[in-house]
DNA sequence: AAAGGGCTCAACCGCACATTG
DNA sequence: TCAATGTGCGGTTGAGCCCTT
């Protein structure tokens, strides 16, 4: 049995509003609010609309300071840049951008920045130089350095990735100082790559200065199963420079792949709502435009962290495509994004989202 | 001038999450 | 704790406009 639908949609107009219906629904929120529930609006307002309807309609075109018309060229880069590295979170790209709502920007993106994206960059080799963040190649790797994932000269802290912190209340972007240093991600303390695998075999392990302080659990169940078992157990993982967690029961999307891996996180506390799991996320910007610009022509990564009080367990993960070793060191961290639990309604999100939990 | 194909964008739909009782 | 309800969001649709032939 499906739900209730909000309304009765025998008695509810649909289409186009007219300007006697527009100047209705302006003129009783600008009297009494919405009263905090949309759907009595309007019969309160005596509209014979759906509340939802009415909801779109004044957050879309009535309500206060709207902008409509040509988008600059500055609130295309951020356009550019924010789809880069969160995708299609329309509501939260808005947020960045004065008076545009997520239904303009999502309209514009389909219509006019999408294909003007890829009319002006023809190639990849183009798309990363028009996002200074990305690169589409993985750094040049060592396999003398077995160290080179935590030491300061590793390229995988040398680029800047695109960081922000999604608020779950506002929907911004929040670009703390706190967040700013995980952005710098400058480099962890010297660990042996010996030394992170005896502390992974603990299935914990922990950093406890300010840097991460990883603490992370591998999830032994997702990784009897995963295919990355062997590798992750594996020194050579670490060689590669990378963390792995594998598991085989969560997908990307169609055609892609997902992988998780750790790299090391800077402490990030929030503690409103200590009850609730913090998620932290991270993407690759590849990701967003792999999965939604460019095809299936290069590979994407995620990880999930959730954060319980003063430590950080990384669940889960992923990738049923990626067995080789080598071939996930092809791979590249660019972009890290931060976001509340609530922030990831997406099916974008969900599908870097992990199966199992502790 | 008419036809029709493409484009735009307001609006709808359905889903997931949050809230409430 | 759980079901019902409200809200917010991204994806999709389709009417109307525009452009080309």
Redesign the pocket.
Known sequence: M?????CD?AS??????SPEEDAKLKEFIEKFG?G?????LPQKAGLK?????C???W???LRPNIR?GEFSDDEDKIIYSLYASI????????AQLPGR????I???W???LK?KLLTMLPSLQEKTSFFPSMTFQAPPYDHHASDQFLTTSSSFYTYTPNFMNVD?TS?SLVHDDHINNVTNLSPPPPQSANNLMSLMSNNTIDVNDNYNYLRFQADHHSMCNSPMQEYYHNESAMKEGMLVFGSTTCSSSAGGSCMSQLISQRNYIKDHHQQQQYQIKQEVDQMSLHD?VLGDQIQSQSFMIDQKPKEYMIKNHVSSLHNDPVEMNQLNLNSYLFH???G?????Y?KGMCSSYY
């Open positions: 499906g739900r209730a639908p909000c949609k509810v107009k649909k289409g186009p509003w919405t905090g529930n949309w759907i009595a609309r759906c509340g939802k309807s909801r779109l309609r957050l879309n075109y409509h995708g299609s979170r329309w509501s939260v790209i808005a709502t997520d239904n303009d999502k309209n514009y389909n219509t006019k294909k779950s929907n939604q509340d639990v609530d990831k309604k997406t099916p974008h969900q």
